[in-house]
């Protein structure tokens, strides 16, 4: 039987009580929301926090807003909900391509966006889908609020610029004109923890070409998106030969281990396959919005 | 710690341990059995309850976290001595064998179908995909929920006009064909 190690337990009544929490207990506290991360590694002892601060009654941070040219998306918001959320597929199709693959049906009525993001993953969807988005991260601490990139706030694997008396509020996704986005995922079988996958955003510009693109890969060793493949995609045509050399330099880009759920080779492989399809597909719905 | 939370439609107030989870609370402290637990992983889902009408993996779930919801378990199903029209299908298609994954399937079959009461094959393997079998009976599974979206008030011949119109379409000519079959059989 998997019991956690005893811990306090307190409910934050709001945004600011949780900050006031979180600057009395520190770095010996936890934030819990969803719990599906945290509390499976409190039931085998990865992590012993002495207490608990559980942000579930916040509903001031369960919302999706859009609010001139961003996308608004408080960090509570559940996977079901963005899953579901036909405002946000109908601007960022990546989320919902990305959220149906997230654990399981169940997990996902738990899981949160902002959970997801702060427990960093290495094989974690939703850090990829935010950085080739181009989403900031709205944090609240002690000193006031700070607005990062992805670049910036998403450090490595189980590492973020959240200190131990900060909270991640807020997702702020820009809205641009004449963009696609896609998402794909090999796993074996659901809920398992990627072997790999890549994510892809698109934006075109009035004459045809890509005016900017992004490619991020989720578990195969890349923190961040793969600058080759958005260089050599700006300023082109969307061409399947482009795509080709996109997913060439994904795969020289990233660096994947070898584990149980595949060799090195086979991981490289499913970068360049990966980042091909998902080019193709974030152009060809960038260039069905541009129509539509 | 003391938890309030209301079970069954019933209201309970326990003292606990905050890091008591919701499945040992339910089976241990509650005596409600009906909620299995499995993997402890949050992989397996027999320990599948509802809460807030949403099922909820209860392994990974405290049941600190739980107090002030609404939590429904297998035992909750059935309404006034007549089984819930998912328990119905599920002895109707065969839906279980073992029954270790059953309570957690009916729960999210319940669900599903007060979301959606006529879900298609692909979207009752999905709502279940959470979910293991390990006799692999996912066929009867899928069949036992299309027989309660047929039968959205079970196959109870003593169910009203009304309660059957409530649901789905084809409801008032399925009850009756069950009807005139009982009748021929006795």
């Not at chain 1, 961003?70 to 963005?82: E, P, Q």
């Not at chain 2, 003292?15 to 089976?27: F, Q, S």
């Not at chain 2, 309570?103 to 879900?119: I, V």
């Not at chain 2, 929920?145 to 000519?173: E, I, K, M």
């Amino acid at each position: 039987m998997q019991i956690p190690a005893p811990f306090d337990y307190v409910r934050a009544t709001s945004v600011d009580d949780a900050l006031e929490l979180l600057s009395r207990h520190g770095a010996e506290s936890r934030v819990v929301a969803g719990g599906h991360s945290l509390l499976p590694m409190m039931k085998l002892r990865l992590s012993r926090p002495e207490w608990l601060i559980d942000i579930n009654d916040l509903y001031e941070l369960d919302f999706i807003l859009r609010d001139g040219d961003k996308l608004r998306v408080g960090a509570l918001t559940r996977h079901t909900t963005l899953l579901e959320s036909a405002e946000v597929a109908g601007l960022f199709p990546i989320v919902r391509d990305a959220e149906s693959v997230i654990a399981d049906p169940i997990v996902r009525n738990r899981g949160t966006i902002g959970g997801s993001l702060c427990q960093a993953d290495p094989a974690e969807d939703l850090s990829t889908v935010c950085d080739v988005l181009g989403a900031e991260a709205v944090i609240r601490g002690p000193g006031g609020e700070r607005i990062l990139t992805m670049a910036d706030f998403h450090r490595g694997p189980y590492e973020t610029a959240a200190g131990p008396d900060e909270l991640l509020c807020e997702l702020r996704f820009p809205v641009r004109s004449r963009s696609g986005s896609a998402y794909e995922k090999v796993e074996r079988r659901v809920g398992d923890w990627a072997v790999g996958a890549a994510g892809a955003s698109v934006t075109l510009a009035g004459d045809g070409t890509i005016a900017d693109a992004a490619v991020g890969l989720t578990a195969l060793g890349l923190d961040h998106t793969v600058a080759e493949a958005g260089a050599v995609l700006r300023g082109q045509r969307p061409a399947e030969e482009l795509f080709v050399e996109a997913g060439r330099l994904a795969a020289a880009a990233c660096d994947p281990v070898d584990d149980q759920r595949g060799p090195i080779d086979y991981k490289r492989h499913l970068a360049d396959e990966l980042t091909r399809r998902v080019l193709r597909l974030a152009c060809t719905r960038a260039i069905q919005t541009q129509e539509g | 710690m003391q938890i309030n939370m209301t079970v069954n439609g019933n209201e309970v107030t326990n003292d606990i341990e905050p890091r008591v989870l919701l499945v040992h609370y339910v089976r241990e402290v509650l005596g409600l059995t009906g909620t299995h637990w499995g993997c402890d992983t949050s992989n397996c889902g027999t320990c599948v309850v509802l809460m807030d009408g949403q099922p909820v993996k209860s392994c990974t779930v405290l049941a600190a976290m739980a107090a002030g919801h609404d939590i429904r378990t297998v035992e909750g199903l059935a309404a006034g001595g007549t089984l819930d029209p998912v328990q119905q299908g599920f002895m109707a298609e065969h839906g279980l064998q073992c029954g270790f994954c059953t309570s957690g399937m009916m729960l999210t079959a319940r669900a599903l179908l007060d979301k959606n009461p006529h879900p298609d094959d692909t979207e009752i393997r999905q709502a279940i995909s959470g979910q293991i079998c390990r006799c692999t009976g996912y066929a009867t599974i899928v069949r036992s929920v299309h027989w309660a979206a047929a039968h959205p008030a079970g196959a109870d011949a003593a169910a009203t006009v009304d309660a059957v119109l409530d649901g789905t379409d084809n409801a008032v000519p399925d009850i009756a064909t069950e009807l005139v079959e009982t009748e021929v059989k006795a």
